[in-house]
């Protein structure tokens, strides 16, 4: 089994930043593309950035410039980096993670329990 475990979110107030911790543990074999999802209230889950294995990033246009990705293979963790928060960023905000365990063949998703992020004044 593989846990996701988020830190770091809360309130802010617009302009100002904050970072997303992500650190996955359990039976891991192999960690493909990681990445963080958010969903606020009344709207579907939608993605914010990935990265892969071999550091490729993906942003959603909504946050390109304002947000970055990074990860580390080493210690199974992807940060999100957020900075120039708006009151449209507030979501609550999802790890995630493509993870092929030990005892599996094929990999499989794996989710977060999700971090409150709220931009307010």
């Known amino acids: 089994q593989v846990q996701l475990v988020e830190s770091g979110g809360g309130l802010v107030q617009p302009g100002g930043s904050l970072r997303l911790s992500c650190a996955a543990s359990g039976s891991i074999s192999s960690i493909y593309t990681m990445g963080w999802y958010r969903q606020a209230p009344g709207k579907q889950r939608e993605v914010v950035a990935t990265i892969t294995s071999g550091g490729s990033t993906n942003f959603a246009d909504f946050v390109k410039g304002r947000f970055t990705i990074a990860r580390d293979n080493a210690k199974n963790t992807v940060d999100l980096q957020m900075n120039n928060l708006k009151p449209e960023d507030t979501a609550v905000y999802y790890c995630?993670?493509?993870?092929?365990?030990?005892?599996?063949?094929?990999?499989?998703?794996?989710w977060g329990q999700g971090t409150q992020v709220t931009v307010s004044s």
């Open positions: 995630n993670a493509v993870v092929r365990t030990v005892a599996a063949l094929n990999p499989y998703n794996y």
